[in-house]
């Protein structure tokens, strides 16, 4: 059998093909490298190549970074932390937080308002979300 043949009985049948290998490419000062590096398939190989401890060092440290970036705009905003900590999971997107009003913003709300008593309302609703 040519090889260009079984290639494609490989591909049309349902068997696993292994690919672990990953193209990694960096450039630097107008330079670059390729290599391909063995990652594993999948946790539990990768645990197998180079340890647990190894493995879950990573999830960890990447797991910390992407929690810290999910936390920003939420401090930012003046949300809920503890409520965005608890729900959080790694891996899973979360809608983007709405900014808290800013001073500016509410001035202009404010002025565009055309009766006294819609500036009352808005004053009312105000004074009301202040804690």
């Known amino acids: 059998m040519r090889k260009g043949l079984r290639i494609i009985n490989l591909l049309t049948t349902k068997r696993r093909i292994k690919m672990p290998m990953t193209v990694v490419t960096k450039k630097k000062d107008g330079k670059e490298c390729t290599v391909e590096f063995d990652f594993g398939d999948n946790c539990a190989d990768a645990a197998a190549k180079f340890g647990e401890d190894i493995v879950f060092a990573y999830f960890k440290s990447h797991g910390v970074v992407r929690l810290q970036a999910g936390l920003a705009p939420i401090l930012k905003a003046g949300g809920d932390i503890a409520a965005f900590a608890k729900t959080w999971k790694p891996g899973v997107r979360v809608a983007a937080v709405a900014a808290a009003p800013t ?9 565009s308002l055309s009766t006294d008593e819609e500036r009352k309302e808005f004053l009312k609703e105000v004074k009301s979300g202040i804690k």
């Not at 001073?103 to 002025?111: C, G």
Request: no cysteine; aromatic share 12%.
């Open 103 to 111: 001073m500016e913003s509410m001035r202009k709300h404010y002025a």
